[in-house]
């Protein structure tokens, strides 16, 4: 038998180093505004678990590879760790320990009973059949066994993985249990399908979020989303839900970009056309016939008055931060923003909805689900929407005047609120033993 093995590839280590640089830089700023105290500092600057597994595979063909998988578990101070498991050719240890630090402020601005994890497969899974993606989902979740569970790390899904990807973690874990226990542990992964307890309108949830924050945002400024135009990178769950949402309240998508092209239309490319041109080609934009092909370098550039970059981190640097005339960005994806770019963006006057608030609908409605199955309920789509509503205007709200009350931006009032609640639980907890 000939195994291949599917070694770490150097694809994402610039990447991934510029996020960890990142996120410690935004830490560190909100730290210092708020004198966080310096033990607590200590703590929330390394992770608390890092788990690495290699597991082999048979492919289609018979042969065999060997993967390597990744799981970070940032902090669980306010409850089990909690974020995505995407499948990526940039996804390694520096990427997921970038990744489970946002989480960890994700969940804590948000106000939910959760820390932050995250993890994945460095692969491009385009190279795989749906039959080879199963049987890697699930020996990934067998090798990583009890380091996730219920009430311990629930992964969701997030680059590359779906709703399909969450049943087959779902029912290798139930599977690998005492039969009595099984069913108690549905709720180990959420982002399921609606027929194995997912949660209606889970699928939209994190564009939903964007939308909302957008709008909200807006209104704070006295305007309204009607003929605003928008460019969206990135055009997955997320970027789709945004633009749909966006598009309903009278806003016009004049360009898009994924790995295939750039696209830009300046009369408006109608989202559920491009939607069903994707899902019969690959999920790719390319060669979308009502819309003309630009230069990639020039995507950002366009002018517009709203970005939605909702791909991948550091899209916007120090090379093109200078060339943006939008005056809004809304953060849809994880770190799409690097140190530099911002610098450049808020000297220019150009406003920013961090990601960890901007896309926490995610992981808000990730909650929500987890709640359903623990209580053995089932939400309807108004409910859902009704009660993400809630939770994002209060978050909103809360970031935005603290943001004008301390004469800051917006992400380092993010920060400095999510992490004064994580301070307040190990104030009162202590450190053990």
């Not at 609908?361 to 623990?374: P, T």
């Amino acid at each position: 038998m000939n195994a291949t093995i599917n070694t770490p590839k150097k694809t994402g280590e610039k990447v991934a180093q510029g996020m960890m640089e990142n996120v410690l830089a935004q830490f560190n700023s909100a730290a210092h505004h708020i004198d966080l105290h310096g033990d607590i500092q200590k703590i929330l600057k390394i992770t608390n678990n890092e788990i690495i597994v290699h597991f082999p595979v048979k492919m289609d063909n018979g042969s065999v590879e060997v993967f390597t998988g990744y799981r970070v578990q940032h902090n669980n101070a306010l409850g089990p760790y909690k974020g995505g498991l995407r499948y990526h050719p940039t996804v390694d240890i520096d990427a997921a320990r970038a990744l489970a630090m946002w989480m960890t402020w994700k969940t804590s601005l948000t106000g939910l009973p959760f820390g932050g994890g995250k993890g994945g497969i460095q692969l491009d899974p385009t190279n795989y059949s749906t039959s080879e993606l199963e049987r890697i989902t699930r020996r990934f979740t067998y090798a990583l066994g009890d380091n996730i569970g219920p009430e311990h790390d629930i992964p969701a899904p997030d680059v590359n993985t779906n709703s399909q990807t969450m049943a087959w973690m779902a029912d290798t874990f139930m599977s690998t249990r005492l039969p009595a226990k099984r069913s108690l542990n549905q709720h180990v992964v959420t982002g399921k399908p609606d027929g194995i307890g997912g949660l209606e309108g889970r699928d939209r949830a994190t564009g939903y979020g964007v939308f909302l924050t957008i709008k909200k945002f807006l209104a704070k400024q006295n305007q309204i989303l009607k003929n605003k135009t928008f460019i969206v990178q990135g055009f997955g769950n997320v970027g789709y839900w945004t633009a749909k949402f966006l598009e309903e309240e009278g806003a016009l998508l004049v360009a898009v970009q994924d790995a295939s092209a750039s696209l830009y239309n300046p009369n408006g490319i109608e989202v559920d056309s491009l939607k069903n041109y994707i899902s019969i080609n690959d999920n790719s934009v390319g060669g979308f016939p009502r819309a003309e092909i630009i230069d990639k370098e020039n995507f950002f550039a366009l002018n517009c008055d709203l970005i939605i970059p909702a791909a991948l981190g550091n899209q916007i640097t120090e090379e093109n931060a200078s060339k943006i005339q939008a005056k809004l960005i809304a953060e849809g994806a994880n770190g799409p923003i690097n140190n530099e770019g911002e610098k450049i963006l808020l000297s220019n006057n150009i406003s920013i909805i961090p990601d960890i608030l901007c896309n926490s609908g995610g992981v808000i409605a990730s909650y929500f689900e987890w709640l359903q199955n623990r209580n053995g309920e089932v939400w309807q789509l108004e409910e859902t929407l009704t009660k993400l509503n809630h939770k994002l205007e209060k978050s909103f709200n809360k970031v935005y005047a603290y943001a004008q009350e301390e004469s800051i931006d917006m992400r380092k009032a993010a920060y400095c609120i999510a992490i004064k609640r994580i301070e307040k639980a190990y104030i009162q907890r202590g450190i053990f033993p």
